[in-house]
């Protein structure tokens, strides 16, 4: 029943980042992409120590987009736009990297005190081949904003593409959905082929597919065209999420992305020689060019 379902079933990577995990199903040796999702993570859900926060320092990114979404927790993002912007639960970050980007993510000043809490999906986009130069941008659109599903048990927000008759004011460079799914006991969503390539991952409680269930923290590459039916028996939280397939394959090393391998040589080398602009109000430190990435690298 799997194989009529399922093309591929991806397990996580699981990295321990001092006090939190992150899960990360994409990119994997066997599956890069799913339509233009490039990387895919999981962070917590994790209570942090009182006193303690999240401080990504500023790192560099190209050629890419990444969304960020949270479920609980709160992140002040930076950029060397000169962005500063707080996401908090519902609400996107969408960061076109474009030609270059740097940006630093941390846990605002006023939740450190208590201990603040994370819980959410980063995820990385591949943009168009044609559009992997664009001019840098950044855009936050609040919880509000998106649309709202609600039916059988379930709510369902759509963050980026059009869903279930509705659509998502967030910009897609390419063909793309991405959904946010809550199901209450006994809730029933259908699954319908919006898009060529399609994943789901269950993010918090149980959910099956069809009567298959889905284990948590993996992510599932659905056969193209199939119809069927996501339902809880005790409530679920899952993402949905693909698009068109890429129009080429991808290099990859570290935070960097692109068709082109000697675009991802030339950024490594800016970054090392401190060509790109950093965060105006963030730009004490950052992140070194790693020897070894802990993301997967490829080809």
Same mark, same amino acid.
């Given at each position: ?17 001092? @006090? ?13 992409? %799913? ?6 993570? &999981? ?15 500023? +790192?560099?990114? %190209? ?37 270059? %980007?740097? +940006? ?9 005190? *208590? @201990? ?5 999906? &980063? ?11 664009? *001019? ?18 379930? /709510? ?16 897609? +460079? ?91 040589? &030339? ?7 401190? /060509? ?24």
């Amino acid at each position: 029943m799997a194989d009529d379902l399922f093309l591929q079933t991806l397990l996580p990577t699981t990295h321990d980042l001092g @006090g939190f995990k992150v899960h990360r199903t994409l990119p994997q040796r066997e599956r890069t992409t %799913i339509g233009p999702f490039i990387f895919f993570d &999981q962070m917590g859900p994790a209570p942090l120590p009182p006193g303690t926060g999240i401080d990504v320092r500023p +790192h560099p990114h %190209i050629n890419l987009a990444t969304v960020t979404y949270l479920f609980t927790g709160a992140i002040d993002h930076r950029d060397s736009l000169g962005t500063f912007a707080t996401i908090e639960p519902g609400a996107v970050n969408l960061m076109t990297a474009g030609r270059g %980007i740097a +940006h630093s993510e941390r846990s605002p000043a006023a939740v450190r005190p *208590d @201990g603040p809490a994370l819980s959410g999906i &980063q995820t990385w986009l591949a943009l168009p081949s044609a559009k992997e130069e664009m *001019d840098p941008a950044f855009e936050h659109v609040g919880r509000d904003e998106l649309p709202l599903v609600e039916g059988d048990g379930v /709510r369902a927000r759509i963050v980026m593409g059009s869903l279930w008759g509705e659509s998502s004011p967030v910009t897609c +460079h390419s063909p793309t959905i991405y959904a946010d799914i809550h199901l209450t006991p006994g809730g029933a969503m259908p699954i319908d082929p919006e898009a060529e390539e399609r994943g789901l991952y269950v993010a918090e409680g149980e959910a099956m597919l069809d009567g298959l269930p889905l284990e948590r923290s993996t992510l599932y590459v659905l056969r193209p065209g199939i119809r069927a039916t996501l339902r809880s028996t005790s409530g679920g939280h899952v993402m949905l999420c693909g698009g068109a397939p890429l129009d080429g394959p991808r290099h990859v090393f570290w935070n960097f992305v692109s068709s082109r391998r000697d675009r991802i040589n &030339q950024a490594k080398e800016d970054w090392k020689a401190g /060509r790109f602009a950093l965060p105006p109000d963030d730009h004490d430190e950052y992140i070194p060019l790693p020897e070894v990435p802990m993301t997967v690298s490829y080809p």
